[in-house]
């Protein structure tokens, strides 16, 4: 039986299994799921073990776990590859406008409703089902390279535990190369590789002034008002060319190649079926000088996410309040670090705060964002993978989305190569989430022809 063949006999197991995993709602942004992202860890364990995994099981964390999974090459020298995804999900309610339960997967004719159908639950199942396929056709009781899996379980709340756990044990993982499966390719005709992801950070910013609501008759004009302040402020975050103002926040990135602009220039894009993805957005916007591609690839953002302060009630209340608040955030590239777009921030802030108002800034920890080279042989190996499964020339993307793929590549000192059969049109996060189960086959074959690819190329390094 070749990879297709068993990938195709297996395809029933395969979605009644995934459709299982989908009921248990492993959200790890809610306190009261957490038992719940215990559960999933079990069955994801279980199941691996099931299927034939020697090694699988929970690690736990100072969080929520992850789940390890090792099945060793029968040749002790083959490379060692290591999987990444994870098993927990954003939250979902079906008062979120969802037209089936969130939690009890629905499938209509080939789509899979449910949260984390692909981000990312599907595209972590289907690597045990290429991994049988890649032994089924070569009637081999070990696979061509040894495979690693492990799946986190706090992604969704910003991979918190994730780096001390990589750190903690590191000698057990040790890989010559990274997979990740928790991204997109273009389209559902289009295979591609993602070159790298955008990293994350986020702050809230109170400018404070008086000790209460003053009364506008009495006071108004007399004193400053933190909601002007506040208002003036994210403003100012941009100038007229849609570049982000805070100091240095364009020293550390790495600008685009004109191969890597090149290639970007190669996929089939339009803006009006982009537009209309994107909310039926009026227009196109955003720093001078860049495609819309890049924009939300390769260069990064600054974003107010919320903005409150003051009287929101109904009818008027005439009053200067005494605090503003707002939610921002910054989608960051290589090489800019988290910590230092928050040290900006931090300048940026205080130096233009007026005076007798004061502006605190509260971060969160942030990921960092990664890139991989065009031409690492891991790149190639997965290239030639992908074509061999879709049938097509595979052309090559970047994420704007966020995961800890940099702390993965640093810590255990191995290069990435993206490999996922997302679409935009997925709704992750979002109602209706769903997946194409024939997709995800071809993720399974995929995976199966990327072992035998990085087998063949000895490293893959
Ligand atoms: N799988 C996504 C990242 C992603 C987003 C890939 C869009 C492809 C397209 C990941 O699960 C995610 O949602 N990341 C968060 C990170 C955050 C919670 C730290 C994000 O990008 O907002
Ligand atoms: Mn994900
Ligand atoms: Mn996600």
Redesign the pocket.
């Known amino acids: 039986m070749d990879i297709r063949e068993f990938v195709e006999a297996n395809s029933a197991e395969f979605g009644a299994s995934l459709r299982e995993w989908l009921t248990i709602p492993s959200v790890s942004a809610d306190p009261a799921r957490h038992g719940d992202v215990r559960r999933s860890a079990q069955w994801l364990a279980a199941y691996l073990r099931k299927t034939g995994f020697p090694v699988a099981e929970v690690w736990e964390t100072r969080g929520l776990p992850a789940v390890y999974a090792h099945w060793p090459a029968a040749d002790p020298s083959a490379p060692r590859v290591l999987v990444y995804g ?1 098993h927990d ?2 939250p979902a309610e079906l008062a979120d406008g969802w037209d089936f339960d969130p939690f009890e997967p629905t499938l209509r004719q080939g789509k899979l409703y449910g949260r984390g159908a692909s ?2 639950k599907g595209q972590v199942l289907f690597h045990a089902l290429g991994l049988r396929a890649c032994m089924a056709a070569a009637a081999s009781a070990a696979p061509p390279v040894s495979v690693t899996m492990l799946i986190e379980g706090e ?2 709340s910003g991979s918190p535990n994730f780096a001390e756990l990589l750190t903690d044990r590191k000698d057990q993982l040790l890989p010559d190369v990274i997979v990740i499966s ?1 991204t997109t390719m273009w389209a559902a005709d289009v295979p591609s590789i993602c070159l790298g992801t955008r990293g994350l950070v986020d702050a809230e910013i109170t400018v404070t002034g008086p000790s209460r609501d003053l009364h506008s008759g009495s006071f108004g004009g007399g004193v400053p008002n933190p909601v002007h302040a506040l208002a003036a402020l994210l403003a100012g975050l941009h100038d007229a060319d849609g570049r982000v103002t805070l100091p240095g926040f364009y020293d550390d990135v790495v600008p685009l190649s004109d191969t890597e602009r090149e290639l970007l220039a190669r996929l089939p894009f339009s803006e009006k079926e982009w537009l209309s993805d994107a909310g039926d957005s009026g227009a196109a916007y955003g720093e001078a000088g860049y495609t819309t591609l890049e924009r939300i690839w390769a260069r990064p953002t600054a974003e107010v996410n919320g903005i409150w302060g003051g009287h929101t009630g109904p009818g008027p209340k005439t009053i200067i309040p005494a605090r503003a608040h707002a939610k921002v955030s910054f989608r960051l590239v290589a090489d800019q670090e988290p910590a230092a777009v928050i040290a900006a921030l931090r300048t940026y802030i205080s130096s233009f705060t007026p005076n007798g108002l004061v502006a605190s800034v509260t971060a969160g920890h942030g990921v960092r964002p990664c890139h991989s080279a065009i031409d690492s042989p891991a790149v190639a190996a997965a290239r030639r993978a992908m074509q061999r499964a879709f049938g097509r020339e595979v052309l090559f993307t970047r994420e704007g ?1 966020s ?1 800890p793929e940099a702390d993965l590549a640093d810590i255990l000192g191995a290069p990435l190569a993206f490999v996922a059969v997302g679409l935009d049109a997925d709704r ?2 979002a109602p209706n989430e769903y997946v194409d189960l024939s997709r995800l086959l071809r993720g399974a074959e995929t995976a199966a022809y990327l072992w035998e690819e990085l087998a063949a190329a000895g490293a893959g390094r």
């Open positions: 994870h999900v954003q981000d990312d992604e969704e928790d989305g995961g992750i996060h």
